[in-house]
């Protein structure tokens, strides 16, 4: 079964930065389509960014200029650079595999979450 795990959660201040990891076991990303998700207490979840088998990319209006999701095929992770980070990015961050490639992802695999607190 596939297993991913996210990690570089953590507490940012207001225009500040922060990478968050994605390490893929029991699957390749370079061959899925992968993807992001985030959760705020009281919130809908929201998909925040994907990127194709093909490296393309996409990303929520909320996000765009200020995310980049990317991959490291020979490490087998996923990785989603934030900066500019603003309190609104608070929320749980997850990892997803995408079933199909649209976008907000439609995800078969979750991570386990990590926190992203931006104050």
């Known amino acids: 079964d596939v297993q991913l795990v996210e990690s570089g959660g953590g507490s940012a201040q207001v225009g500040g930065s922060l990478r968050l990891s994605c390490a893929v076991s029991?699957?390749?990303?370079?061959?899925?389509?992968m993807g992001w998700f985030r959760q705020a207490p009281g919130k809908e979840r929201e998909g925040v960014a994907a990127?194709?088998?093909?490296?393309?990319?996409k990303y929520a209006d909320s996000v765009k200029g200020r995310f980049t999701i990317s991959r490291d095929n020979a490490k087998n992770t996923v990785y989603l650079q934030m900066i500019s980070l603003k309190p609104e990015d608070t929320a749980v961050y997850y990892c997803?595999?995408?079933?199909?490639?649209?976008?907000?992802?439609?995800?078969?695999?979750w991570g386990q979450g990590t926190q992203v607190t931006v104050s």
């Open positions: 029991g699957d390749t990303v370079s061959s899925n389509c």
């Open positions: 990127i194709d088998s093909d490296g393309s990319t």
């Open positions: 997803v595999r995408d079933l199909n490639g649209m976008f907000p992802p439609e995800a078969n695999a």
